[in-house]
């Protein structure tokens, strides 16, 4: 069974950082495209970030570029996002995704696998 488990969400200030994690089990994800989204409250879930296999090519939304980082560790099966400068906007239940392969022409929809979410809760 294939299982993508998010850690590391939180409660923080605005202008803090953290650094969410995804664990994938069940398969190798070390050929595939996997990324990152959000959905706040009352909004429709929104793309974040994703990264190529190998790690050399990764997409940002508009409103993360520069503030947040993603990586992976293929060893580990993981992906990370680095989340620097937080602000009360950035609230959200965090989802990890994964797609099947590395399907990277459309880095923004197209995923196959899902995590259950992290909270990330920015205070003002």
């Known amino acids: 069974q294939v299982q993508l488990v998010e850690s590391g969400g939180g409660l923080v200030q605005a202008g803090d950082s953290l650094r969410l994690s995804c664990a994938a089990s069940?398969?190798?994800?070390?050929?595939?495209?996997m990324g990152w989204f959000r959905q706040a409250p009352g909004k429709a879930r929104e793309f974040v970030a994703a990264?190529?296999?190998?790690?050399?090519?990764?997409y940002y939304s508009d409103s993360v570029n520069g503030r947040f980082t993603i990586s992976r560790d293929n060893t580990k099966n993981t992906q990370y996002l680095q989340m620097n400068s937080l602000k009360p906007e950035d609230t959200a239940v965090y989802y990890c995704?994964?797609?099947?392969?590395?399907?990277?022409?459309?880095?923004?929809?197209?995923?196959?696998?899902w995590g259950q979410g992290t909270q990330v809760t920015v205070s003002s």
């Open positions: 990264i190529r296999w190998s790690g050399d090519n990764t």
């Open positions: 995704a994964a797609k099947g392969g590395d399907f990277y022409f459309n880095p923004r929809s197209g995923y196959d696998y």
């Open positions: 069940g398969r190798s994800f070390s050929r595939s495209l």
